[in-house]
Every structure is written in structure tokens, then in C-alpha cells.
């Protein structure tokens, strides 16, 4: 006889998936329905309109693809890129070098800007190695969550725009959480997933391409590599055609669309204000606690955060306790990083004080119990000045 499926209250306060509200959950029970009834039109119309405004664009093609935020970065470059076409690459953690492998694997050849783990790439180093190449696009992750650094995009952009190149901005942590400005930024084309900030379940891929991305698409030289993530088929099935691709997962755009119901009541910039100060409340908490913070100063995320792992703490342990014992998930480090550091995400519902407040105090409790010499109640008295703050 097989095990019962179990449900947990679980915190997730790590890099995704992130806790997801009560409505978006009542809205995954909604009756399901044919990927070609008229009512899913409507709301795949709905999506759309509502992720032009988190998106901050006016780009026509902004929709979902079903699949993982992974999938928005293939469809992405599958798109685009061509055998022996020249991308230049930024990476700063693991998912900018996942990009480089990607244009590797679709015959691309990836030009990469490199940068130890925790800072950000320079503007002036893109610009450079845009003039040392014929480079067909540049790829970059705007909030890495292997190390939690926020890449400033304003300046690329317009660089990227001057040398005649397209911006791909992998979007995943920072949409619906920070400011992501599609337009303005010059941004060609960006994708995201569902399971952090948008604080819908894992699932659909929201991705937006311009004008100037689909002449692109259109003049290729070759087919694009992939069927399933084929923009020129997508955009049949998501327009006034409706002409067939695949089966759109139903129950999980249900859930998109309730979270970003909620997004556009709360408003962008009120959302915006709330992940900012969880992300203080949580970096002075720490640092209060005697910890070192990882991500360069002045570019450190608002939606997750780094932290060094003290000496004699013991990673794996630390994180058992915190969720076996307090029932609370934070991430550990990845590739180079495992081991080093710890990754406290505060994305979405999680930016609450509901969440931010007792993750704090039970990481001080941990590290108390682990023997780190810390003063009770320093994490959640330092936290808390900064998130009754007037806003």
C-alpha cells in the first residue's frame, strides 16, 4: 500500500519555490477545463495583460510557457541562437554559466565576461567585449540566486542597443519582486518563473520578446532547434488564431493568474518597497548575529540573501535543524559555494514579517544551539526596527 500524500507548513524561505497564498492555492482547485475552452482563452488573454505590467512592456508576445524557469532560458536562446553565432555571456553564478552551455549546446559560441562569484559585472566589460566580437546577443542574469546579487541593467542595455546587439535577461528571482523595466532597460527579450517572486507554484515560464527580438526570429538561417519552444508556434496557440501546439497546463495558469491578481492590488511599487526592507530587515539581523554577508555591497539582492557560514557551524546540520526541528527551508550554496555559504530567500509572501521574523529567530536559535555565541533576541529586535519603518 502506498504512503498518503502528506501536507507540511513549511516556511520556504530559501531560492525558490517560495510559500504561495492561500488564494493562489483555492485558485489551483478551480474545475478544470479543455486547453480550448473559450473561459481558459480569457484568462490566457488576462495573463498576458498582467504580466506586460510586472514585466513593465508593451511588447505584444508576453506570455507564459509551460515549463520551469530553465525553460524560459531555452526557449529563449533556442530563439535566437544559431550555429556559430557569437554570444556574449556574464556570468555570475551558476544559472549565467547554465546560459553559456545552453548557446554551447544549440552550436552557439559563447563569449564569456567572467566574475568571481559575488560581484557584478561592469558595464564597461560588456561594452568591451562587444567591440572585440560580432557578438549576436548578450546574455545575463539580473538577480543571481546562486549568490544573491543584483546585476544593474540600465547601462547594459543602452550599451547592448549601440553596438546593434540583442539583451537576453534571465528574470527568474527578480520579477515581482523588484523592478524589472522591459522598456525602458532595453531589454529584447527577458523570461521568469512562477515559483519566487510571482509566488504562483513551479510550472510556467513568463517570457516577453520585442520587435526588434522577432525580426531576429524571422531572418534566421536555420529552423529553430526546438518544437515544443518554438515562439512562431507559441504565439499562434496564445493569439486570436488559437491554432493548437500543446496542452497548456490549465490548474497552474489558475494559480499564475490569482498571484498576479494579487500583484496588481498590492501595486508594483508597494511590492516593491516590501521585498526592500524584508531584504534590509534580514541583512542587518544577520550581521547583528556576527555574520559576514557575501554579496557585493550596494548590489545585493532584495529578494534573497546571502550569508557567509560562520567557522566550526556545520552546513548540513545547521539546515536539518532548521527544518526538521523549526520547519523552515533556507538554501544552501551551490557549485563553489556549497558549503561556504547560506542563501535566506524573502521573495513574494515571504517578505512578510510573518515569515521574515521567525526565520531569523530561529537561525539565532540554531546557531545558539550549535554553540555560536550570539546574545537571544538580537535578531528579531534589529529586524523588526527596520520593518516597522513608516513607509
Same mark, same amino acid.
Given at each position: 500500500?502506498?504512503?498518503?500524500?502528506?501536507?507540511?507548513?513549511?516556511?520556504?524561505?530559501?531560492?525558490?519555490?517560495?510559500?504561495?497564498?492561500?488564494?493562489?492555492?483555492?485558485?489551483?482547485?478551480?474545475?478544470?477545463?479543455?486547453?480550448?475552452?473559450?473561459?481558459?482563452?480569457?484568462?490566457?488573454?488576462?495573463?498576458?495583460?498582467?504580466?506586460?505590467?510586472?514585466?513593465?512592456?508593451?511588447?505584444?508576445?508576453?506570455?507564459?510557457?509551460?515549463?520551469?524557469?530553465?525553460?524560459?532560458?531555452?526557449?529563449?536562446?533556442?530563439?535566437?541562437?544559431?550555429?556559430?553565432?557569437?554570444?556574449?555571456?556574464?556570468?555570475?553564478?551558476?544559472?549565467?554559466?547554465?546560459?553559456?552551455?545552453?548557446?554551447?549546446?544549440?552550436?552557439?559560441?559563447?563569449?564569456? *565576461?567572467? $566574475?568571481?562569484?559575488?560581484? %557584478?559585472?561592469?558595464?564597461? @566589460?560588456?561594452?568591451? /567585449? +562587444?567591440?572585440?566580437?560580432? #557578438?549576436?546577443?548578450?546574455?545575463?542574469?539580473?538577480?543571481?540566486?546562486?549568490?544573491? *546579487?543584483? $546585476?544593474?541593467?540600465?547601462? %547594459?542595455?543602452?550599451?547592448? @542597443?549601440?553596438?546593434? /546587439? +540583442?539583451?537576453?535577461?534571465? #528574470?527568474?528571482?527578480?520579477?515581482?519582486?523588484?523592478?524589472?523595466?522591459?522598456?525602458?532597460?532595453?531589454?529584447?527579450?527577458?523570461?521568469?518563473?512562477?515559483?519566487?517572486?510571482?509566488?504562483?507554484?513551479?510550472?510556467?515560464?513568463?517570457?516577453?520578446?520585442?520587435?526588434?527580438?522577432?525580426?531576429?526570429?524571422?531572418?534566421?538561417?536555420?529552423?529553430?532547434?526546438?518544437?515544443?519552444?518554438?515562439?512562431?508556434?507559441?504565439?499562434?496557440?496564445?493569439?486570436?488564431?488559437?491554432?493548437?501546439?500543446?496542452?497548456?497546463?490549465?490548474?497552474?495558469?489558475?494559480?499564475?493568474?490569482?498571484?498576479?491578481?494579487?500583484?496588481?492590488?498590492?501595486?508594483?511599487?508597494?511590492?516593491?518597497?516590501?521585498?526592500?526592507?524584508?531584504?534590509?530587515?534580514?541583512?542587518?539581523?544577520?550581521?547583528?548575529?556576527?555574520?559576514?554577508?557575501?554579496?557585493?555591497?550596494?548590489?545585493?539582492?532584495?529578494?534573497?540573501?546571502?550569508?557567509?557560514?560562520?567557522?566550526?557551524?556545520?552546513?548540513?546540520?545547521?539546515?536539518?535543524?532548521?527544518?526538521?526541528?523549526?520547519?523552515?527551508?533556507?538554501?544552501?550554496?551551490?557549485?563553489?559555494?556549497?558549503?561556504?555559504?547560506?542563501?535566506?530567500?524573502?521573495?513574494?509572501?515571504?517578505?512578510?514579517?510573518?515569515?521574515?521574523?521567525?526565520?531569523?529567530?530561529?537561525?539565532?536559535?540554531?546557531?545558539?544551539?550549535?554553540?555560536?555565541?550570539?546574545?537571544?533576541?538580537?535578531?528579531?529586535?534589529?529586524?523588526?526596527?527596520?520593518?516597522?519603518?513608516?513607509?
Amino acid at each position: 500500500m502506498r504512503k498518503e500524500l502528506k501536507s507540511f507548513d513549511r516556511i520556504l524561505m530559501g531560492p525558490g519555490p517560495s510559500n504561495i497564498h492561500p488564494r493562489v492555492l483555492k485558485a489551483m482547485t478551480t474545475t478544470l477545463v479543455s486547453h480550448f475552452d473559450p473561459y481558459i482563452f480569457e484568462i490566457l488573454d488576462e495573463i498576458s495583460e498582467m504580466l506586460r505590467m510586472v514585466f513593465e512592456t508593451r511588447n505584444e508576445f508576453t506570455i507564459a510557457i509551460s515549463g520551469s524557469g530553465s525553460a524560459g532560458m531555452e526557449a529563449s536562446l533556442c530563439n535566437v541562437v544559431e550555429p556559430g553565432d557569437e554570444i556574449i555571456v556574464a556570468p555570475v553564478g551558476t544559472f549565467g554559466e547554465r546560459m553559456a552551455e545552453m548557446v554551447k549546446r544549440l552550436g552557439g559560441r559563447p563569449m564569456i *565576461v567572467k $566574475q568571481e562569484r559575488g560581484g %557584478i559585472i561592469q558595464p564597461d @566589460r560588456i561594452e568591451k /567585449a +562587444l567591440e572585440e566580437s560580432n #557578438a549576436k546577443a548578450v546574455a545575463i542574469v539580473h538577480v543571481e540566486t546562486s549568490s544573491c *546579487v543584483m $546585476q544593474p541593467l540600465e547601462r %547594459i542595455g543602452e550599451i547592448i @542597443r549601440n553596438h546593434g /546587439a +540583442l539583451l537576453i535577461v534571465d #528574470a527568474v528571482a527578480s520579477l515581482g519582486g523588484a523592478p524589472v523595466k522591459v522598456d525602458e532597460w532595453n531589454i529584447d527579450i527577458c523570461y521568469s518563473g512562477t515559483q519566487k517572486c510571482l509566488n504562483a507554484p513551479p510550472g510556467l515560464a513568463p517570457i516577453t520578446i520585442n520587435k526588434r527580438a522577432w525580426e531576429a526570429i524571422e531572418n534566421r538561417r536555420s529552423p529553430i532547434p526546438s518544437f515544443y519552444f518554438d515562439a512562431t508556434l507559441l504565439k499562434k496557440y496564445w493569439s486570436e488564431e488559437r491554432l493548437y501546439h500543446h496542452t497548456v497546463p490549465v490548474s497552474t495558469a489558475f494559480a499564475l493568474y490569482e498571484a498576479l491578481r494579487i500583484i496588481e492590488e498590492e501595486g508594483l511599487e508597494s511590492r516593491f518597497e516590501k521585498h526592500r526592507l524584508a531584504g534590509e530587515a534580514v541583512r542587518k539581523s544577520l550581521e547583528a548575529m556576527g555574520l559576514e554577508l557575501f554579496a557585493q555591497k550596494g548590489y545585493e539582492a532584495p529578494v534573497i540573501t546571502s550569508v557567509k557560514i560562520p567557522e566550526g557551524i556545520d552546513d548540513a546540520k545547521f539546515r536539518s535543524i532548521m527544518l526538521n526541528k523549526e520547519n523552515i527551508e533556507i538554501g544552501g550554496g551551490l557549485d563553489v559555494l556549497k558549503g561556504k555559504i547560506w542563501r535566506v530567500g524573502h521573495m513574494g509572501y515571504g517578505a512578510e514579517p510573518e515569515f521574515v521574523l521567525p526565520t531569523l529567530a530561529a537561525m539565532e536559535k540554531t546557531l545558539i544551539y550549535m554553540g555560536y555565541h550570539v546574545e537571544p533576541g538580537t535578531a528579531v529586535a534589529v529586524a523588526s526596527r527596520v520593518l516597522e519603518k513608516p513607509k
